[in-house]
């Protein structure tokens, strides 16, 4: 490791917001790190995440494969999914305690991981008052308000009791095979809530002041040392900022890492936030680099390597982090999900072909906090990797394929097919790639979704995918090809409003008002209150730049301070606060459905309540159990509350849904003796305009060709 620098960042500083995602060099991100008890072959960091495969003692096999396929992609560093040194622990009353039975089975992970060179650390965790069953436990009585269940003190016995079972699961990790471990301190977990006066209202040895509100946390560091012997690694998860209110202190906080340190720690991974923090801390709405100057700020203070996470999630950033000496690693977690290759290909300097994580959470944490498995959006094969194969063909039975669309489902199925072998031709009907991707980048807090249509092309340009753009394929482009993989997409849902007698507003669809070929008034009416609406809402009432481009102006959104200065990190309320607040932009935008039900309330578990936060902040007017009327030459005139009313609109922007494009489909079904064909995504299925499920159809269609 580098010596520390002996005047660290500011906070809050200015960090780099949107660096290209195809570096010039990664030097340093690719480089060897000695970390004590071994060298690391790279500064990647695959960070810890619950996929739902740790539940289950069946799924080991599932386990080792996809770590597997992460270690045969060069990461340096594996960091597993939480496991709970006790039953109080869990996550979920189906969650394992890593007991010797586990452990005998892990060694199946261990080995499939070192056969690919890599080094790989169990997480221990603790839920603390986050466990989803009557046997949590906290420093102190309390329930967390995303928890139905208020967890019980923890007597000094079971205090003792727990330091011990933190010890032998380190044990039981060492003789399992594991290279060391890593133990869970952030996040809102239970030891994060002993050093929390949130949570810890002890008047014992375990809380009354700070120095005791870390005693237990730098006695299992301590135990673990111990435990693990020197010849193992262990690395610390430490909050760096709590973003809740009666959080740590930054004066805390040091002396909590430099108490780690002494103890034994080896390695201090940084974590932002906890769980029930009403600040966003990955979603895509989050700048790049929006806490590294805090990372920054605890290199400084200690004399072992420190991880930097949170949306560190590209390799341009990465490379830029390590190079300033702001931290020593860089953690990647979800990017992980997304491309298990992602080092290998920055080796190679095939930086476009990296699968680019748009962290949107919708295939991996929305399903893992409503108790689903884990999987990623852009890689349905994630945590699949055993039963979703792409297995080359044989030259002799390549086959021809034409995927006919050029939106995700489309480039996605391309990709695959060519990937096996297949001589693929993609057909767009317009002049560019991405279908409702192109629609999504323009979404304020979305500017990723861009990135991943640049891996995309390069992608299909790297799998000899023959691309014919301006072509509106029909039946008669297609004879001689084997295969036909219809992924034609949506159009939007038309809804009918009865005309003004004289004027109205203009009325409009919200893919011609993204697309820029139709512009939107001062007074708009938003038909239709999805996902979609949601977007187009936040599209017509976010700034130039949007907060996602500007570090700064988001963090006074949403009121994250100094944590020198502010306990926690985060401002009081009433001076920027733990909910965004900004003036209206000027432009008067309302929001109707027809459900009675609360508006956003199908969006994300883990984003919606952001989503939901902006509209309101925005001055976004919600309307529900809306009927719509037609149009007056005011406005819009519906039913509300059982009165009639007209919204005095310039604009009406549709989003009610959408309908499913298949012209094609249904011309291929009609031929007596034509290819197969394989219709998928929204021209299978438009509701919901579902990306998850349309790629995922994508990779099982190329994978059974």
């Given at each position: 490791?580098?010596?520390?620098?002996?005047?660290?960042?500011?906070?809050?500083?200015?960090?780099?917001?949107?660096?290209?995602?195809?570096?010039?060099?990664?030097?340093?991100?690719?480089?060897?790190?000695?970390?004590?008890?071994?060298?690391?072959?790279?500064?990647?960091?695959?960070?810890?995440?619950?996929?739902?495969?740790?539940?289950?003692?069946?799924?080991?096999?599932?386990?080792?494969?996809?770590?597997?396929?992460?270690?045969?992609?060069?990461?340096?560093?594996?960091?597993?999914?939480?496991?709970?040194?006790?039953?109080?622990?869990?996550?979920?009353?189906?969650?394992?305690?890593?007991?010797?039975?586990?452990?005998?089975?892990?060694?199946?992970?261990?080995?499939?991981?070192?056969?690919?060179?890599?080094?790989?650390?169990?997480?221990?965790?603790?839920?603390?008052?986050?466990?989803?069953?009557?046997?949590?436990?906290?420093?102190?009585?309390?329930?967390?308000?995303?928890?139905?269940?208020?967890?019980?003190?923890?007597?000094?016995?079971?205090?003792?009791?727990?330091?011990?079972?933190?010890?032998?699961?380190?044990?039981?990790?060492?003789?399992?095979?594991?290279?060391?471990?890593?133990?869970?301190?952030?996040?809102?977990?239970?030891?994060?809530?002993?050093?929390?006066?949130?949570?810890?209202?002890?008047?014992?040895?375990?809380?009354?002041?700070?120095?005791?509100?870390?005693?237990?946390?730098?006695?299992?560091?301590?135990?673990?040392?111990?435990?693990?012997?020197?010849?193992?690694?262990?690395?610390?998860?430490?909050?760096?900022?709590?973003?809740?209110?009666?959080?740590?202190?930054?004066?805390?906080?040091?002396?909590?890492?430099?108490?780690?340190?002494?103890?034994?720690?080896?390695?201090?991974?940084?974590?932002?936030?906890?769980?029930?923090?009403?600040?966003?801390?990955?979603?895509?709405?989050?700048?790049?680099?929006?806490?590294?100057?805090?990372?920054?700020?605890?290199?400084?203070?200690?004399?072992?390597?420190?991880?930097?996470?949170?949306?560190?999630?590209?390799?341009?950033?990465?490379?830029?982090?390590?190079?300033?000496?702001?931290?020593?690693?860089?953690?990647?977690?979800?990017?992980?999900?997304?491309?298990?290759?992602?080092?290998?290909?920055?080796?190679?300097?095939?930086?476009?072909?990296?699968?680019?994580?748009?962290?949107?959470?919708?295939?991996?944490?929305?399903?893992?906090?409503?108790?689903?498995?884990?999987?990623?959006?852009?890689?349905?094969?994630?945590?699949?990797?055993?039963?979703?194969?792409?297995?080359?063909?044989?030259?002799?039975?390549?086959?021809?394929?034409?995927?006919?669309?050029?939106?995700?489902?489309?480039?996605?199925?391309?990709?695959?097919?060519?990937?096996?072998?297949?001589?693929?031709?993609?057909?767009?009907?317009?002049?560019?790639?991405?279908?409702?991707?192109?629609?999504?980048?323009?979404?304020?807090?979305?500017?990723?979704?861009?990135?991943?249509?640049?891996?995309?092309?390069?992608?299909?340009?790297?799998?000899?995918?023959?691309?014919?753009?301006?072509?509106?394929?029909?039946?008669?482009?297609?004879?001689?090809?084997?295969?036909?993989?219809?992924?034609?997409?949506?159009?939007?849902?038309?809804?009918?409003?009865?005309?003004?007698?004289?004027?109205?507003?203009?009325?409009?669809?919200?893919?011609?008002?993204?697309?820029?070929?139709?512009?939107?008034?001062?007074?708009?009416?938003?038909?239709?209150?999805?996902?979609?609406?949601?977007?187009?809402?936040?599209?017509?009432?976010?700034?130039?730049?949007?907060?996602?481009?500007?570090?700064?102006?988001?963090?006074?959104?949403?009121?994250?301070?100094?944590?020198?200065?502010?306990?926690?990190?985060?401002?009081?309320?009433?001076?920027?606060?733990?909910?965004?607040?900004?003036?209206?932009?000027?432009?008067?935008?309302?929001?109707?459905?027809?459900?009675?039900?609360?508006?956003?309330?199908?969006?994300?578990?883990?984003?919606?309540?952001?989503?939901?936060?902006?509209?309101?902040?925005?001055?976004?007017?919600?309307?529900?159990?809306?009927?719509?009327?037609?149009?007056?030459?005011?406005?819009?005139?519906?039913?509300?509350?059982?009165?009639?009313?007209?919204?005095?609109?310039d604009t009406v922007v549709l989003c009610a849904g959408q309908e499913s494009v298949r012209d094609l489909a249904d011309e291929l079904a009609a031929l007596a003796d034509g290819?197969?064909?394989?219709?998928?995504?929204?021209?299978?299925?438009?509701?919901?305009?579902?990306?998850?499920?349309?790629?995922?159809?994508?990779?099982?269609?190329?994978?059974?060709?």
């Amino acid at each position: 490791m580098s010596a520390p620098s002996p005047t660290p960042a500011p906070f809050p500083a200015s960090a780099p917001t949107a660096p290209s995602a195809f570096p010039a060099s990664t030097r340093r991100l690719l480089s060897p790190l000695d970390l004590g008890p071994f060298a690391v072959r790279n500064r990647l960091v695959m960070g810890s995440m619950h996929t739902g495969l740790e539940d289950r003692a069946e799924d080991v096999p599932r386990l080792a494969e996809f770590l597997a396929e992460r270690a045969r992609g060069g990461a340096g560093l594996i960091v597993t999914g939480g496991f709970s040194p006790d039953i109080s622990g869990r996550l979920t009353a189906h969650s394992r305690v890593f007991d010797g039975r586990l452990a005998e089975r892990h060694r199946l992970v261990t080995r499939a991981v070192h056969e690919h060179d890599g080094r790989i650390l169990l997480q221990i965790l603790h839920a603390g008052r986050y466990a989803a069953h009557p046997l949590a436990v906290s420093a102190s009585s309390t329930r967390a308000p995303i928890s139905p269940i208020r967890a019980r003190r923890m007597s000094r016995w079971g205090i003792g009791r727990l330091i011990r079972a933190y010890a032998a699961t380190a044990r039981r990790a060492r003789e399992a095979g594991y290279d060391g471990v890593e133990i869970m301190g952030s996040e809102g977990y239970l030891l994060n809530q002993f050093a929390a006066p949130r949570t810890n209202r002890r008047r014992d040895a375990w809380g009354g002041d700070a120095a005791g509100r870390r005693a237990l946390l730098l006695a299992v560091t301590a135990a673990v040392r111990e435990a693990l012997g020197a010849d193992r690694l262990l690395s610390y998860r430490i909050s760096l900022l709590d973003l809740v209110e009666e959080g740590q202190t930054w004066e805390e906080t040091l002396d909590l890492a430099q108490g780690l340190v002494a103890a034994g720690a080896d390695v201090l991974s940084t974590g932002i936030g906890w769980h029930e923090a009403r600040v966003p801390t990955i979603a895509t709405s989050v700048p790049r680099g929006a806490f590294v100057p805090v990372t920054a700020r605890l290199r400084a203070a200690v004399d072992v390597p420190v991880v930097a996470s949170n949306r560190v999630h590209d390799p341009a950033l990465a490379e830029q982090v390590l190079a300033r000496g702001e931290a020593d690693l860089v953690s990647m977690a979800r990017p992980f999900l997304a491309d298990p290759e992602l080092p290998n290909k920055l080796a190679a300097h095939r930086a476009r072909e990296v699968v680019a994580c748009i962290a949107c959470n919708q295939s991996c944490l929305d399903r893992v906090f409503v108790g689903e498995g884990a999987s990623c959006l852009v890689n349905p094969r994630a945590a699949h990797e055993t039963t979703l194969r792409l297995v080359p063909v044989p030259a002799h039975r390549a086959r021809r394929v034409a995927v006919v669309g050029g939106g995700p489902a489309g480039l996605e199925a391309a990709v695959a097919a060519a990937s096996r072998g297949h001589h693929v031709t993609l057909f767009e009907a317009t002049e560019e790639l991405g279908g409702q991707f192109l629609l999504a980048a323009r979404i304020p807090g979305k500017e990723d979704y861009a990135q991943a249509l640049e891996s995309w092309r390069a992608r299909l340009l790297a799998a000899g995918v023959g691309v014919r753009l301006g072509l509106r394929a029909r039946a008669e482009n297609l004879v001689g090809f084997d295969s036909v993989i219809v992924a034609t997409g949506v159009r939007p849902r038309e809804v009918e409003l009865a005309p003004a007698s004289a004027g109205g507003p203009v009325v409009v669809s919200y893919a011609q008002l993204l697309s820029g070929q139709a512009t939107a008034g001062n007074r708009v009416a938003i038909i239709g209150a999805g996902g979609i609406g949601v977007d187009v809402a936040e599209f017509l009432t976010a700034p130039t730049p949007s907060f996602t481009l500007d570090v700064e102006a988001w963090r006074e959104r949403w009121g994250i301070g100094d944590p020198a200065q502010h306990r926690g990190g985060l401002q009081p309320r009433g001076t920027g606060g733990p909910t965004p607040t900004t003036a209206p932009s000027g432009r008067e935008v309302h929001l109707l459905q027809r459900s009675t039900t609360r508006i956003g309330a199908g969006l994300g578990r883990t984003t919606g309540w952001v989503h939901r936060a902006e509209l309101r902040h925005a001055g976004v007017r919600q309307h529900v159990g809306v009927e719509y009327l037609g149009l007056a030459p005011e406005g819009l005139r519906i039913r509300e509350d059982g009165a009639e009313a007209v919204l005095e609109v310039d604009t009406v922007v549709l989003c009610a849904g959408q309908e499913s494009v298949r012209d094609l489909a249904d011309e291929l079904a009609a031929l007596a003796d034509g290819p197969a064909v394989h219709v998928i995504g929204g021209a299978e299925r438009a509701a919901q305009l579902d990306a998850q499920r349309a790629i995922r159809q994508a990779v099982e269609v190329a994978a059974a060709l």
